[in-house]
């Protein structure tokens, strides 16, 4: 489920942990440079309570792949699209 407001997509509800896991991509920190742009996030009721910072896409599609079976290349050119433009160039 992608949340515009936030730049997350959420993947994998675990009802067995009550928690799942979301990509949130930090915009501001891109402007700025920032090279950890890319968060995976443990989210449990809108509250991260663990953080895997990510230098780019593909690094943060390795660590949910950890979690459950991605396709990181099929969902690298899925989230391609959601990127802004000016920002694609961070994947």
Known sequence: MFESNQNTIRYKW???TSTGYQLRFDAEGAAKGGH??????????RTVTSEWPCQ??????EVLNHFFTV???QERER?????????????
């Not at 950890?36 to 009721?45: G, K, L, Q, R, T």
């Not at 989230?79 to 994947?91: I, N, Q, V």
């Open 14 to 16: 675990d009802p067995e």
């Open 71 to 73: 396709d990181v290349q």
């Open 36 to 45: 950890y742009c890319f968060h995976v996030e443990d989210w449990n009721c």
């Open 56 to 61: 780019d896409l593909t690094e943060a599609l």
């Open 79 to 91: 989230l391609s699209a959601w990127l802004p433009a000016e920002y694609r160039a961070a994947a």
